[in-house]
């Protein structure tokens, strides 16, 4: 059949009209992706701290504003100090979720460029992201003690890669976001929406859980605790406007185990008390969340539990 000869349907021509594509977020450590990707998407899907490191999934947020459907993957920070196999692992994930994306947004500060910047630059500019856009973020714009030497500083960006966007900015901050949308938009092919309207995620709410948990142990350990630490949902139960959740954060060394209860278990309250309020507002349901810490004795290695962290 040729296509090109025959009339397009009603309904095909309705269609046409909705965009839709997948956004990457890309960049060194720190940058700000998770924060832009919250503040683009307008609800906290990804989790952020001063930690590096702490986005160790690809997650995907959505938003769809008008006729246009944004499908953004956030990535891990490029990470080459140490080839452990998680990093090899995260560069590996920052590769595969660049292949198949519609346009890129290359996060940097705002006014810095320095070597893990160009290292995740020289990974869009591989043979299979001809062609593809790519568009500077310069975030943390309010960061920049002198606001005029942006200019400067953008021209030489111009000279390292041919960006086809240059968008100086703030993720805190409402006006910059918008307007940020409306600048990747004309980025999306026109094609149907991937997702319901008011899709914000692909992720469960069972993932959420154990992500809001991992961020709240990590922001009140502070640097004491190794990465290798995990949260595992034992249970998850929804009734109505309630969820029933258990959990357990997974510990290498019984010292970690006294670090995350801290004393009187005052530690491991807070940790509970400050995710179970986040999911509560998140779905807008009451939380009932009981955590447990255990120390891990092997069964990391055992291939259903490391499916449950994940981590496939
Ligand atoms: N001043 C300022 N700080 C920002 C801005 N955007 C993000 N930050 C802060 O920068 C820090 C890092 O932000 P994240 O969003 O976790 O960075 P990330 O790039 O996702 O980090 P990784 O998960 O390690 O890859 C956090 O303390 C944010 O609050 C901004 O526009 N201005």
């Not at 020289?122 to 309010?142: T, Y």
């Not at 307007?179 to 319901?196: D, K, M, N, S």
């Not at 139960?237 to 010292?255: C, F, N």
Request: some cysteine; overall charge negative; aromatic content about 8%.
């Amino acid at each position: 059949m040729n296509t090109d000869t025959d009339p397009a349907p009603d309904t095909e021509s309705e269609l046409s009209a909705q965009r839709c594509g997948l956004v990457a977020i890309v960049g060194r450590p720190n940058v700000g992706k998770s924060t832009l990707l919250n503040a683009l998407v307008g609800q906290k899907i990804s989790i952020t701290s001063n930690k590096a490191q702490t986005t160790r999934h690809r997650i995907t947020g959505i938003r769809t504003v008008g006729e246009a459907q944004f499908v953004f993957v956030d990535t891990p920070g490029f990470q080459d100090k140490h080839a452990t196999a998680l990093n090899r692992t995260l560069n590996r994930t920052v590769l595969s979720s660049l292949g198949d994306v519609d346009v890129v947004l290359f996060v940097v500060e705002a006014g810095r460029f320095g070597l893990p910047d160009a290292k995740v630059l020289s990974l869009l500019q591989a043979e299979s992201m001809q062609g593809k856009p790519v568009l500077l973020i310069a975030n943390k714009l309010d960061a920049l003690a002198r606001r005029q030497d942006v200019l400067p500083w953008l021209k030489q960006m111009q000279e390292r890669h041919a960006f086809a966007e240059f968008v100086p900015m703030q993720a805190t901050r409402a006006a910059d976001i918008e307007r940020l949308l409306g600048i990747v938009q004309p980025y999306l092919p026109e094609q149907p929406w991937f997702y319901e309207e008011d899709a914000l995620t692909d992720r469960s709410e069972r993932f959420m859980a154990a992500e809001m948990i991992r961020e709240k142990l990590f922001r009140l350990t502070g640097d004491e605790l190794p990465y290798s630490c995990t949260v595992v949902i034992d249970k998850f139960q929804e009734e109505g406007a309630l969820r029933r959740i258990a959990a357990t954060i997974v510990v290498e060394r019984d010292a970690h185990k006294g670090m995350v209860i801290g004393d009187g278990g005052e530690r491991l309250k807070r940790i509970g008390s400050e995710a179970r309020q986040e999911l509560e507002r998140l779905w807008d349901a009451k939380v009932f969340l009981e955590l447990w810490v255990k120390v891990r004795s092997g069964w990391a290695d055992d291939e259903a539990h490391l499916r449950s962290y994940g981590y496939e």
